[in-house]
């Protein structure tokens, strides 16, 4: 069953009625095919985008243009950044793509900040949850710095293959690197190492995780 758009907000209940009619009212549904752009980094401000469906993809890119994601969002997911025209501490640009085909309530970013404006329900609500966006970004960062590639690697390939259900994994190499912020020839590099010690098994634009578990001790 699909949420609905109270569903994204545990605190719904204590929203009073005409803000709650207000955010019903304003929602718009939408959908994006995979490899959509929905949220281009500062050229506009979307709204937040609650998911019904699919698989969103939040990113930002370097002065090289080079991608790396900070986090991926799955159904009943929030996405914040999306309408960080309403954040004033935010001083860096998000990106959002459609990683699979997906549908998603918008709400305005006006019509939010208004009743979160009114609402301290709505507002500390909202706090929590770009703290906890913040805390994983902040994450992210760190393993960037601190873990090798190798694990790194071996830590995407495992998400991965939760996330899909399978160990067959049907993803180019070169997006690959975009979500880990790196070159293609890196990951192609470090994939055929992986091949090389049986981990996987590589064709065109096909993964085989072999060695579960020897990816988990890669992993940490």
Same mark, same amino acid.
């Given at each position: 069953m699909r949420p609905e758009l109270s569903d994204f907000f545990p605190v719904w209940d204590k929203l009073k009625n005409e803000e709650r009619k207000i955010l019903l009212e304003s929602a718009e549904m939408r959908h994006s095919q995979a490899g959509e752009m929905i949220h281009n980094?500062?050229?506009?401000?979307?709204? @937040?985008?609650?998911?019904?469906?699919?698989? /969103?993809?939040? $990113?930002? =890119?370097? #002065?090289e243009g080079r991608e790396i994601s900070i986090y991926r969002l799955l159904e009943g997911d929030i996405c914040l950044f999306s309408a960080s025209c309403m954040m004033s501490g935010i001083?860096?640009?998000?990106?959002?793509?459609?990683?699979?085909?997906?549908?998603?309530?918008?709400?305005?970013a006006s019509v939010y900040k208004k009743i979160m404006e009114e609402s301290a329900v709505l507002a500390n609500f909202t706090n929590e949850l770009m703290a906890a966006r913040m805390?994983?970004?902040?994450?992210?960062?760190?393993?960037? @710095?601190?873990?090798?590639?190798?694990?790194? /690697?071996?830590? $995407?390939? =495992?998400? #991965?293959?939760?996330?899909?259900?399978?160990?067959?994994?049907?993803?180019?190499?070169?997006?690959?690197?975009?979500?880990?912020?790196?070159?293609?020839?890196?990951?192609?590099?470090m994939l055929r190492y992986f091949q090389s010690e049986g981990l996987v098994q590589l064709s065109r634009s096909h993964i085989v995780l072999k060695k579960r578990e020897g990816l988990e001790k890669l992993a940490g």
């Open positions: 980094g500062s050229e506009g401000c979307e709204g @937040l985008l609650c998911l019904v469906s699919g698989q /969103l993809r939040a $990113f930002i =890119l370097s #002065e001083q860096f640009d998000i990106f959002v793509e459609a990683e699979k085909t997906s549908s998603y309530f918008v709400i305005p805390s994983y970004v902040m994450w992210l960062i760190g393993q960037i @710095l601190w873990k090798g590639f190798d694990r790194r /690697l071996a830590s $995407f390939l =495992l998400e #991965e293959s939760a996330m899909d259900g399978t160990d067959d994994l049907y993803i180019t190499h070169e997006k690959i690197a975009d979500h880990l912020g790196t070159a293609r020839e890196v990951v192609t590099r």
